[in-house]
T-cell receptor, first 116, second 112 residues
């Protein structure tokens, strides 16, 4: 059973470009979470999605950031008009049920975004 | 609200013990512990749900106090493989979502 798959693992963008990060949850998992981690810092919650629904986006910046988890295909975190401050590791996690209450989140290896 | 961990960093020699604390000003519904090695994904260690609960095995265990505002992770007879950053994470009682809020992190370095 493959784990959570994230791609690309590394992404370099120039300021003003768009970044698209993809996350395929583990088979049978319908709950997806995105976290951002700045160098030498902790994991900051961004957004929690279930299939086709955004459940909680309280950690998402109001502008330039969006997330989706369509019925078919991976979850996508989209960052428009990237700035240097967006440089970070973006981790996706999935769970078969709401992870906060019942058990573990399974994390992907992360996508490391560098903005030049 | 983000849980606060202490210490921020600790250096051990192999075989020594360590305790990592995680505190919140409000009662937590649950507390989770994760370990993250440098450049890797966080890995789940355990979850505690009940006040007064203790869980784990001989080498790595955790407790959750009765008021459910503090948890401690105990690392016994540390090994080199224990090195990494340890995070507690919590979800508050109630609310419509189940997002985990991660603590400030504790960097653990085990030296030969």
């Amino acid at each position: 059973n493959a784990g959570v798959m994230q791609n690309p693992r590394h992404l370099v963008r120039r300021r003003g470009q768009e970044a698209r990060l993809r996350c395929s949850p583990m088979k049978g998992h319908s709950h997806v979470y995105w976290y951002r981690q700045l160098p030498e810092e902790g994991l900051k919650f961004m957004v929690y999605l279930q299939k086709e629904n955004i459940i909680d986006e309280s950690g998402m910046p109001k502008e330039r950031f969006s997330a989706e988890f369509p019925k078919e295909g991976p979850s996508i975190l989209r960052i428009q008009q990237v700035v240097r401050g967006d440089s970070a590791a973006y981790f996706c996690a999935s769970s078969p049920s709401p992870g906060g209450y019942s058990g573990e989140l399974f994390f992907g290896e992360g996508s490391r975004l560098t903005v030049l | 609200q983000q849980p606060v961990q202490s210490p921020q960093a600790v250096i051990l020699r192999e075989g020594e013990d360590a305790v990592i604390n995680c505190s919140s000003s409000k009662a937590l519904y649950s507390v989770h512990w994760y370990r993250q090695k440098h450049g890797e994904a966080p890995v789940f260690l355990m979850i505690l749900l009940k006040g007064g609960e203790q869980k784990g095995h001989e080498k790595i265990s955790a407790s959750f106090n009765e008021k459910k505002q503090q948890s401690s992770l105990y690392l016994t007879a540390s090994q080199l493989s224990y090195s990494g950053t340890y995070f507690c994470a919590s979800t508050g009682r109630g609310g419509a979502t189940n997002k985990l809020i991660f603590g400030t992190g504790t960097l653990l370095a085990v030296q030969p």
